[in-house]
């Protein structure tokens, strides 16, 4: 077991294929190891070494795939969203306190407009679509001395913001250890092999794709086959390509792809899938099971966050063990549940905030004592970090989510799991994706409200979605006003939105009528 990102990838075969993507040949194992040795060359000229942090901003692909992996090797990894605009990279840059910037050859845009004000360096990426996928050179005029020494495993090895959708973001470092731990639990629960191929369509700016797709991938010498992002109108045409045993995705990801499945019948037949997963946000029962009847292999629902370098619990593998609406059982950290105020656990068939122990967890977020102490607490000489996730265990060990804390909707003192909500209207044949979410209400506080986007050729009304809802639900958890959309607004990973909804949807002000 490894300890360290580098020591994950040790003791592959060099001729082995480690990285691909659309239209380019494959990176081995030992180019891998032989490029992770050029990049250190390369940093450590540039004067960045261990403990120096280096954001990333480069586009999905190989390149950003194989640029966190060897950037890391040597010094502290900072992927950013390359669609932000230069105040938020200025934001982001500054809360780093990164030493320097890695772009594209080329690329003048706002993240190198932001560094160039805050006079941090900037490395430029060179990349030879003839060459290998991933392969690739930094270049920069600057030149200093820097620590050169490998990062161990009590090292950072990467840091991401959390979403800020209620505050001001917070800075979560990841250890070298915490990274590797994830990568061993998420191949693990996996049961992946050198066999396996993934085919990654998640942002490489976020901890799913990083840990779930690429690291874990690497960790056991399988392949990662790198799109260039999610784009459901060409996910079957890389499928038949990439020829992979799995791929992970988000649900709205999934809902997309089952939209279009019916038409790609060949591409679904002649695939060697061994399973498909979801996480990052809770996924409806019936898109489970209609992910099951389409692609016929298991759908694996994986629990995970940023704080736990991902993975925190996951659907068994073994078909036939995978329960729709939950989240799986502990699989890597101890699991368990909290009250939500006191510093104790209570039992786990209660109802109470997630929390979770073990070597893959953050040792807390930078510079923030204040979150820290709301966040973390021991208890038998354990650590405990509370996820902000309300729920419960069933008695077969599983974990059902129940809503963010944030997001639990309170209506006139009766408590509303949005995702029960959720559940249910997935369920008609007419919708295609749903989020509920909370709308303010002058004698209530909140009333119960759901965003809807309708299959292809379907009509319904409003009026038949709440007629649905009331036939399956208690009358103060029907959605009171449902909205019918092209689209529901999404994050940046393509997750839905609960939070703010209702003042993004132009809802507020008429939320009394």
Request: with cysteine.
């Amino acid at each position: 077991m490894s300890d360290t990102l580098k020591g994950l990838l040790a003791n592959h075969p060099s001729t082995a294929n480690a990285i691909g993507a659309p239209d380019r040949g494959w990176l081995s194992y030992g180019d891998l190891r032989t490029l992770a040795e050029t990049v250190a060359a390369s940093l450590h000229s540039a004067g960045v070494g261990r403990g120096d942090r280096v954001a990333i901003v480069l586009p999905n692909g190989p390149e950003m795939a194989t640029a966190f992996i060897t950037i890391a090797q040597t010094a502290v990894t900072a992927p950013l969203n390359p669609a932000y605009r230069e105040d938020e990279f200025a934001f982001y840059i500054d809360d780093l306190k990164a030493k320097a910037v890695v772009l594209m050859d080329g690329d003048d845009g706002p993240a190198s407009a932001a560094a160039e004000k805050l006079g941090v360096t900037v490395l430029r990426l060179k990349t030879d679509p003839a060459q290998p996928a991933g392969r690739f050179t930094l270049h920069t005029d600057s030149t200093a001395s820097c620590d050169q020494s490998a990062p161990d495993a009590g090292d950072v090895a990467l840091i991401l913001h959390t979403s800020g959708t209620t505050s001001r973001p917070k800075i979560v470092p990841l250890l070298q250890s915490n990274v590797a731990a994830s990568a061993q639990n998420i191949a693990t629960s996996l049961d992946l092999t050198a066999d396996d191929r993934c085919m990654n369509v998640m942002p490489l700016f976020h901890i799913h794709g990083l840990l779930a797709a690429v690291s874990a991938t690497l960790a056991t010498g399988g392949q990662v086959w790198c799109a260039p992002g999610f784009d459901a109108l060409r996910f079957f045409g890389w499928m038949r390509d990439a020829d992979p045993t799995w791929y992970t995705a988000v649900p709205t990801m999934h809902q997309a792809i089952l939209s279009r499945a019916g038409r790609n019948a060949d591409v679904i037949e002649g695939a060697r899938l061994r399973f498909l997963r979801s996480s990052s946000a809770s996924l409806p029962g019936p898109v489970m099971e209609k992910l099951f009847e389409t692609f016929g292999v298991p759908v694996i629902e994986g629990y995970g966050m940023t704080e736990a370098a991902h993975q925190m619990c996951s659907n068994p593998l073994k078909p036939g063990l995978q329960k729709p609406g939950a989240v799986g059982v502990p699989a890597g950290p101890e699991v368990r549940i909290a009250h939500e105020v006191e510093p104790n656990l209570v039992g786990n068939s209660d109802i109470g905030e997630v929390v979770i122990s073990g070597p893959n967890v953050t040792p807390g977020y930078e510079n923030n004592p204040d979150a820290n102490a709301k966040n973390f607490f021991e208890v038998d000489g354990k650590r405990w970090f509370r996820t902000g996730d309300q729920g419960t265990f069933d008695d077969d060990g599983y974990l059902t989510l129940t809503g963010r804390l944030k997001e639990i909707i309170n209506r006139g003192g009766e408590k509303v799991s949005p995702l029960e909500v959720d559940g249910v209207l997935s369920a008609h044949p007419a919708i295609a994706q749903v989020v509920t979410f909370a709308l303010p209400h002058p004698k209530l506080g909140e009333e119960v409200a759901a965003a809807v986007v309708l299959r292809e050729g379907e009509e319904v009304t409003d009026r038949d979605i709440r007629n649905f809802a009331s036939e399956r639900l208690a009358d103060f958890k029907v959605p009171r006003k449902v909205i019918i959309l092209d689209e529901i607004p999404k994050g940046a990973t393509g997750k839905m939105q609960r939070i703010g909804l209702a003042e993004k949807l132009g809802l507020v002000d008429t939320a009394a009528s």
